[in-house]
Structure formats: structure tokens, C-alpha cells
């Protein structure tokens, strides 16, 4: 897969992230939908991205209620026999293989997923060195700690873009560390430590926060993004 390619993928998970935030509950034309879906079993690309975006709505907690109790229900019945991974490489027109679901499948060996749906919660052993992680987490980012140790994070690289909130505790041995373009939410955490003199020196996250919402340059040299300026903000 090319550069273009990948930039094409990339535009087309963003515009999806998008539909969500903004896109309004539309209950007659999901009940419209799934009438249709009962009896045919067949979804328009439009119909499979709209119905996904309502699954999305579904996901805030903030979100309750009979309305959203019919909504969550109504949307389950369409997706029950449905496989995601298959829909979402449609929508996005990716492969399946560069969509992850888990947290063993972001962290799968040498492969390289372009995109994690929903949160992306990693509870590390020891070691995060070297990995590459997702290039977009749709929803949050959790990395902590599986124990009291700490995380080696020399070279990880996190995703250029997390929809919602980051959250990262107890790093040391950043060395090399590359940080995302863009974060939706909030950023926070425990302590982090920056051992390589090269780069500025992160003794609390507070300072790492600072620095990253200032516009600090990204130390990204597996990226060569070292030119641009950090972005925290919606997407």
C-alpha cells in the first residue's frame, strides 16, 4: 500500500469520526431501515455507514433512557448477525486486515493496523518498546501499567490521531517517543519520564501536557513529522 492510499483510508475513518460527532438521531429512518434489512439482508454502503454512526450514539454514556434504550435495540437487531470488521473495511474501503477490534490485535506482531475502532486499553507488562500502534484510535487511548512497574516506551510510536480522551501512566525510557497530531479530548494520566537528552525533559505529565499543547515540535523520527507542530484538538 502506497502513501496515497494510506492518506485516502485515513480521510475516510476522519470523515466517518465525523458523521458521528455531528450526525442527528434519525429513528424513522432507522425503523425504515431495518424493515428493509428483515426482509432483503442487504445494506447500501450510505445504509451500512448511517447505522454504524447510531451504534456509535449509543456508546455515550451520557446517552440514556426509553429513546435510547429503542435506539440501542433497534440498531442490535441489524447488527447482531453482522460481521464488523467486514462492514467497517467497506466503509472506510480498506482492507480487513488493517482494522483492528482488540488490543491484541493492535499490538499483533509486525503488523500495522491503520485504524482501531472504539477504545484502545493497554494494561503493559513491562515493555512497549518499539511498538507501533494503530495510526487512528476512533474512541480513547488507555495505556497503563498491568502491575506497579512502570512502562518502557524507548521508540513506541502512539496513533497519529485518538478521537477521544488519551490517558498514559507511568512511562520511562521515552526515548524516541511519537506523539499523536491530534487528541479529541482529554489528556492525562500519572508520571511520565523522559530519559533521552536529545529531547526536552518530561518529568510530570503536566509539563509533557504543557509543552504538547504549546505547539512543541513532535521528536517523531520513524514518521519524519519532526517539521510539524503538535495538535491537541477536535476533530
Request: proline share 3%; charged share 30%.
Amino acid at each position: 500500500m502506497n502513501v496515497n492510499e494510506a492518506e485516502e483510508i485515513k480521510n475516510n475513518v476522519l470523515t466517518f469520526m465525523r458523521k458521528v460527532k455531528n450526525s442527528k438521531i434519525d429513528m424513522v429512518r432507522l425503523k425504515k431501515i431495518q424493515g428493509h434489512y428483515a426482509l432483503t439482508k442487504e445494506l447500501t454502503d450510505e445504509e451500512l455507514s448511517f447505522i454504524y454512526e447510531m451504534a456509535e450514539k449509543t456508546r455515550d454514556e451520557h446517552n440514556c433512557g426509553d429513546f435510547y434504550l429503542e435506539l440501542e435495540m433497534t440498531v442490535g437487531k441489524i447488527l447482531m448477525s453482522r460481521n464488523i470488521r467486514q462492514d467497517f473495511a467497506k466503509i472506510f474501503k480498506c482492507e480487513e486486515s488493517q482494522i483492528s477490534l482488540s488490543t491484541k490485535d493492535a499490538l499483533m506482531g509486525n503488523t500495522v493496523r491503520l485504524c482501531h475502532l472504539g477504545d484502545l486499553n493497554i494494561h503493559a507488562e513491562e515493555s512497549l518498546d518499539d511498538q507501533v500502534l494503530p495510526r487512528i484510535v476512533t474512541g480513547s487511548l488507555r495505556i497503563c501499567p498491568a502491575d506497579k512497574m512502570a512502562i518502557h516506551a524507548k521508540n513506541l510510536v502512539l496513533p497519529e490521531i485518538i478521537g477521544e480522551d488519551l490517558l498514559l501512566c507511568k512511562f520511562i525510557e521515552t526515548e524516541g517517543v511519537v506523539l499523536p497530531d491530534s487528541v479529541g479530548g482529554y489528556i492525562s494520566g500519572g508520571y511520565i519520564y523522559c530519559t533521552n537528552d536529545q529531547n526536552p525533559s518530561f518529568d510530570t505529565l503536566d509539563k509533557f501536557i504543557d509543552y504538547f499543547n504549546n505547539g512543541g515540535l513532535l521528536f517523531a523520527p520513524d514518521r519524519n513529522r519532526t517539521d510539524k507542530k503538535g495538535i491537541v484538538g477536535k476533530l
